[in-house]
């Protein structure tokens, strides 16, 4: 697991809709081989790109598409690279088949898969199989554990349906929402306490003296209720409590911030806890206390900045691919940068998902 995100951190990302500067990406701070990196760079065709030899040789094996290169040195065609799982030999690729994040692809047929264990493999000059006519082209697209050029069809997804939008339809759907979550001071920490309706939430130490910490994060004044976030470094968890302002009580407890529908018929949070997990989404019918309702592990895309109810029902974030979150999330330029290829997505409900004492959610056919 690449990176725990900070609390500081989550509060941010949660908290902050993408705002706008330039932004210049920084070069890695460290050296392969005894050279100097000139930047990042991932596989940008579908079809992976050729390796070639540093004697310009076709090597036998393809990069597969958003594989994560280190460009070393760089001509008017060419770029030496070196492979982030095998930084002990270099390459040459072809210069305009390596972008940077703001290239990779992401459509509604990936936006809507779901994760599996071989979803993000990266795979260098020793997976291939050996078949040089093969090794790149159509075996490189099937290598990701589905095919990219399959016909998106909203019919496949009986519970989630997630689509891309533009900027434009996202920002004409943030109009129509209504935000129930406030964040305020309404309530202070006071020698590591925060105190409602005196009952007390007192910061405290676990495994390793490491911290477990409450953060007040703000309101839901139609609900009567405070919202805090838990943090508990040495479990590597952080959960969020629904708290009625009158008695102290737990009304409801969510792995991230909840967001409400307008009329409050649904409840949904979503959320990554490391770089290389999936993004979870998770709703329920919020008047309803019994049930099961939706739950999906997503492989591609990770949720930034402010997510929001729309008007028509439909939960409306901004996105990035997952790809990219642990650099996106650990720089304050990227995250703010004008020129950042931020996606939009529309999450549409359907059918709750299917549901077992046994199993628990039975997210793919496989489960």
């Given at each position: 697991?690449?990176?725990?995100?900070?609390?500081?951190?989550?509060?941010?990302?949660?908290?902050?809709?993408?705002?706008?500067?330039?932004?210049?990406?920084?070069?890695?701070?460290?050296?392969?081989?005894?050279?100097?990196?000139?930047?990042?760079?991932?596989?940008?065709?579908?079809?992976?790109?050729?390796?070639?030899?540093?004697?310009?040789?076709?090597?036998?094996?393809?990069?597969?598409?958003?594989?994560?290169?280190?460009?070393?040195?760089?001509?008017?065609?060419?770029?030496?690279?070196?492979?982030?799982?095998?930084?002990?030999?270099?390459?040459?690729?072809?210069?305009?088949?390596?972008?940077?994040?703001?290239?990779?692809?992401?459509?509604?047929?990936?936006?809507?898969?779901?994760?599996?264990?071989?979803?993000?493999?990266?795979?260098?000059?020793?997976?291939?199989?050996?078949?040089?006519?093969?090794?790149?082209?159509?075996?490189?697209?099937?290598?990701?554990?589905?095919?990219?050029?399959?016909?998106?069809?909203?019919?496949?997804?009986?519970?989630?349906?997630?689509?891309?939008?533009?900027?434009?339809?996202?920002?004409?759907?943030?109009?129509?929402?209504?935000?129930?979550?406030?964040?305020?001071?309404?309530?202070?920490?006071?020698?590591?306490?925060?105190?409602?309706?005196?009952?007390?939430?007192?910061?405290?130490?676990?495994?390793?003296?490491?911290?477990?910490?409450?953060?007040?994060?703000?309101?839901?004044?139609?609900?009567?209720?405070?919202?805090?976030?838990?943090?508990?470094?040495?479990?590597?968890?952080?959960?969020?409590?629904?708290?009625?302002?009158?008695?102290?009580?737990?009304?409801?407890?969510?792995s991230n911030r909840p967001y409400f529908s307008a009329s409050f018929d649904?409840?949904?949070?979503?959320?990554?806890?490391?770089?290389?997990?999936?993004?979870?989404?998770?709703?329920?019918?919020?008047?309803?206390?019994?049930?099961?309702?939706?739950?999906?592990?997503?492989?591609?895309?990770?949720?930034?900045?402010?997510?929001?109810?729309?008007?028509?029902?439909?939960?409306?974030?901004?996105?990035?691919?997952?790809?990219?979150?642990?650099?996106?999330?650990?720089?304050?330029?990227?995250?703010?940068?004008?020129?950042?290829?931020?996606?939009?997505?529309?999450?549409?409900?359907?059918?709750?998902?299917?549901?077992?004492?046994?199993?628990?959610?039975?997210?793919?056919?496989?489960?």
């Open positions: 697991m690449k990176l725990l995100y900070s609390f500081l951190t989550l509060i941010m990302l949660t908290a902050c809709a993408p705002q706008k500067i330039a932004y210049t990406p920084k070069a890695p701070q460290f050296e392969i081989m005894g050279k100097k990196i000139l930047r990042e760079g991932y596989v940008i065709p579908r079809s992976g790109t050729q390796a070639f030899t540093l004697n310009r040789e076709y090597a036998g094996f393809c990069f597969d598409c958003k594989s994560l290169m280190y460009v070393i040195s760089e001509t008017d065609s060419l770029l030496m690279v070196a492979h982030d799982t095998d930084r002990d030999t270099l390459f040459y690729v072809r210069k305009n088949e390596v972008g940077t994040e703001l290239d990779i692809p992401l459509d509604n047929s990936e936006v809507n898969v779901p994760f599996r264990d071989n979803t993000r493999r990266d795979y260098g000059p020793n997976d291939n199989d050996g078949d040089e006519a093969n090794a790149c082209g159509e075996a490189a697209v099937k290598r990701g554990g589905f095919t990219y050029t399959d016909t998106f069809n909203p019919d496949d997804y009986p519970d989630f349906e997630v689509n891309l939008i533009t900027e434009k339809e996202f920002s004409k759907m943030l109009k129509t929402s209504i935000q129930h979550f406030e964040e305020n001071e309404a309530v202070k920490k006071v020698d590591s306490t925060l105190t409602i309706a005196n009952k007390q939430f007192k910061d405290g130490r676990g495994e390793g003296n490491m911290p477990n910490t409450y953060f007040y994060e703000g309101e839901y004044k139609v609900l009567n209720a405070y919202l805090l976030l838990y943090v508990c470094e040495a479990c590597e968890e952080y959960s969020h409590f629904l708290i009625n302002k009158d008695t102290g009580e737990e009304i409801a407890s969510f649904y409840v949904m949070d979503m959320g990554q806890l490391f770089s290389d997990s999936p993004t979870i989404v998770s709703a329920n019918k919020w008047k309803e206390k019994e049930g099961h309702g939706w739950y999906k592990e997503f492989a591609n895309w990770s949720p930034v900045g402010d997510g929001f109810w729309g008007s028509d029902n439909c939960f409306y974030t901004p996105v990035i691919p997952s790809l990219t979150a642990e650099t996106h999330n650990s720089d304050s330029e990227a995250r703010n940068a004008v020129k950042y290829n931020y996606r939009h997505i529309k999450i549409k409900l359907k059918a709750p998902t299917p549901f077992s004492e046994e199993r628990g959610y039975i997210l793919t056919p496989e489960d």
